[in-house]
């Protein structure tokens, strides 16, 4: 049943305008209209898509524009899944090399096929966007591939890869562009893709480095450091915090990850800023300052990652031919149902407000095509979980025990180790554990918290229970199946209103 969406981050404010011409290209079933489409889509990720698929769905006449020339945003093209692919492949390398043999598996003479591993990582993709253009057919979603701006509030110029032009007029406009790798503050390191990357080039390099330094110890830069550790190069992250894992993570989670990565040859210097970047004689050399006491250090590196987050896209939208407010940090303004200063014309994902995450993007894509046609939808950011998508894996939703402290909240605290996991420690993978929080008072659950083998399947049960409401006694009566991982889930909830069994 759909509920009254939550109050959203922020009412409409006063902020800047953006310029922007944003691109666009037609597929060929799709040509300028005569008649006014129900619904337009600007922009072709995750959030965008779904919203075009959910609108066609809902028998709305709908519209998606991709400038790319591929759906599926940065997410599909160069983030969420061939980092997936990365990672998954690498894992299976590294474990090939040094974990089967204690498994009774003898391998002999494994090497590194980097061009067949990337290979694998681009067939990913090219398989699953070629799905969602399938998806837009059955849906009845007209695609323009190319660069479009908007003219007026109510209707997009197209300008079209293959050349020529098209003129959409709509009845709702959906903007979805998404956001972009935010370039490094003050401009002391410059990416050129190639010695010095960003997320982008970091997924598509050609051989291996001998040394990487990772700047950012957030999602991105921690998982791409995996990869190319786990495939041979001497990884340092640099961050200018105390901790990583980036917004949202439980620091005793942090400190758990950060010694198990240390395990694992990637090394960290935390409370150091970068300050220049030179390229000498092939290498790349790093100038670094201590937060602290301001102490200089150099690192050398034969590839740096740059990875210090992302900002929101509108750049070629020409946003303010439609009237549409934007804040001072580039994000499009709405209000709790998505709509922009321009009553209709609504906007989801990274371009505005909340975290650039591609499944909080679909929600939100979903809900404002329900607000659409239905008046109504549904997005509960408290129940929004993240992900890092290393070995382990790290996941979490919900409150962290810090943000309890600082509201005052009473709460109670249970955990539960996979190494007391009989399937975690028959699968010889039992480092982590899972960490439930709860009301004192009401035993309600309030965040949960995972460091272990499918820590990022596992949370999804730690989301549905925020989403109902359920309290750390709920899930521990309920029966999982033995031997799973999951039984550790059911542990820690145990744990937080009375004891577990198996410790």
Not at 239 to 246: A, Q, W, Y
Not at 282 to 302: Q, Y
Request: charged residues 25%; glycine residues 12%.
């Amino acid at each position: 049943m759909l509920r009254a969406a939550p109050k959203r981050v922020s009412r409409l404010r006063s902020g800047r305008f953006v310029p922007a011409t944003w691109h666009l290209s037609q597929r060929g079933y799709a040509s300028s209209s005569s008649e006014p489409y129900d619904v337009v889509v600007i922009g072709g990720g995750p959030g965008g898509y779904v919203a075009a698929i959910k609108a066609g769905q809902l028998g709305l006449k709908t519209a998606c524009i991709e400038k790319r020339g591929r759906l599926g945003g940065t997410c599909l093209n160069v983030g969420c899944i061939p980092s997936k692919a990365m990672l998954n492949n690498s894992h299976i390398y590294h474990q090939t090399k040094h974990d089967l043999e204690k498994r009774g598996i003898d391998v002999e003479s494994v090497s590194l096929n980097l061009p067949n591993m990337l290979k694998a990582k681009d067939q990913a993709v090219d398989g699953l966007t070629k799905g969602i253009e399938f998806l837009f057919k059955q849906a009845k979603v007209d695609y323009y591939k190319g660069t479009g701006s908007f003219t007026s509030p109510t209707q997009l110029n197209v300008s079209l890869n293959d050349g020529g032009e098209s003129q959409i007029e709509a009845k709702n406009i959906i903007i979805a562009t998404g956001s972009e790798v935010s370039p490094f503050p003050g401009g002391a390191i410059q990416i050129d893709e190639e010695q010095i990357v960003s997320s982008t080039g970091a997924l598509s390099l050609q051989k291996v480095p001998e040394k990487m330094v990772v700047v950012g110890g957030g999602v991105i830069g921690l998982e791409l450091g995996s990869v190319w550790s786990r495939l041979g190069a001497e990884v340092t992250v640099v961050e200018f915090l105390n901790g990583i894992g980036g917004v949202g993570i439980d620091e005793e989670v942090a400190k758990q990850f950060q010694r198990t990565l240390a395990k694992q040859g990637i090394k960290f210097k935390l409370g150091t800023k970068v300050t220049a970047a030179e390229k000498k004689d092939g290498k790349v050399i790093l100038s670094t300052e201590a937060a602290k006491d301001g102490k200089t250090d150099s690192l050398e590196a034969d590839v740096v990652l740059v990875s210090v987050g992302r900002r929101p896209y509108l750049d070629g939208l020409n946003i303010e031919a439609a009237g549409v407010e934007v804040d001072n940090r580039g994000r499009v303004v709405i209000n709790d149902q998505f709509t922009t200063s321009t009553s209709h014309i609504r906007c989801i994902g990274d371009v505005t407000f909340g975290p650039m995450l591609a499944h909080k993007a679909e929600e939100e894509g979903i809900a404002a095509v329900e607000y659409i046609k239905h008046g109504h939808g549904h997005v509960n950011y408290a129940a929004i979980p993240s992900v890092i998508y290393t070995h382990p894996e790290v996941a979490w939703v919900g409150k962290t025990e810090a943000d309890l402290k600082s509201s005052g909240t009473k709460y109670t605290v249970g955990k539960f180790p996979f190494t007391a996991n009989s399937r975690a420690k028959t699968n010889n993978d039992a480092e982590g554990f899972v960490k439930i929080i709860s009301e004192k008072e009401t035993d309600k659950i309030l965040g949960v918290h995972i460091i272990g083998p499918n820590a990022g399947e596992m949370i999804s049960e730690g989301v549905l229970a925020i989403e109902y409401g359920a309290s750390a006694e709920d899930v521990a009566r309920t029966c999982h199946a033995h031997p799973t991982l999951s039984e550790a889930f059911k542990e820690a909830a145990m744990a937080t209103y009375d004891k577990p069994i198996h410790m």
